[in-house]
């Protein structure tokens, strides 16, 4: 079964650190874009990352540039994303979905990625 877990999420105080871990099975991550997207109440789904398959290029929403860094290690099946300076407007679920294919460059687009995991909540709140 293919399947995409999102772990790590919690409760932060702003200014806080966390990293959301994405661990797939039922495949390999080698040939898949990740990205990483978030959706608040009442809000839209939207992207604040990704990494490609291939040359590991990738790509942040403007609002979490120099806070998030995104990362993925093949030998584990797995995926991240370092959250730094957290401000309450960061929270959110958090998804992250693969795309199979082979790129440089990773497309910033939910309608692009094929396998979505269940989300993992994020608050920043003091």
């Known amino acids: 079964q293919v399947q995409l877990v999102e772990s790590g999420g919690g409760l932060v105080q702003p200014g806080g650190s966390l990293r959301l871990s994405c661990a797939a099975s039922?495949?390999?991550?080698?040939?898949?874009?990740i990205g990483w997207f978030r959706q608040a109440p009442g809000k839209e789904r939207e992207v604040i990352s990704c990494?490609?398959?291939?040359?590991?290029?990738?790509w942040y929403r403007d609002s979490v540039m120099g806070r998030f860094t995104i990362s993925r290690d093949n030998a584990k099946n797995m995926v991240y994303l370092q959250m730094s300076n957290l401000k309450p407007e960061d929270t959110a679920v958090y998804y992250c979905?693969?795309?199979?294919?082979?790129?440089?460059?990773?497309?910033?687009?939910?309608?692009?990625?094929?396998?979505w995991g269940q989300g993992t909540q994020v608050t920043v709140s003091s």
């Open positions: 990494i490609s398959s291939r040359e590991e290029s990738t």
């Open positions: 979905a693969a795309r199979n294919k082979i790129e440089r460059l990773c497309p910033a687009g939910a309608t692009y990625y094929d396998v």
């Open positions: 039922g495949f390999t991550l080698d040939d898949y874009s």
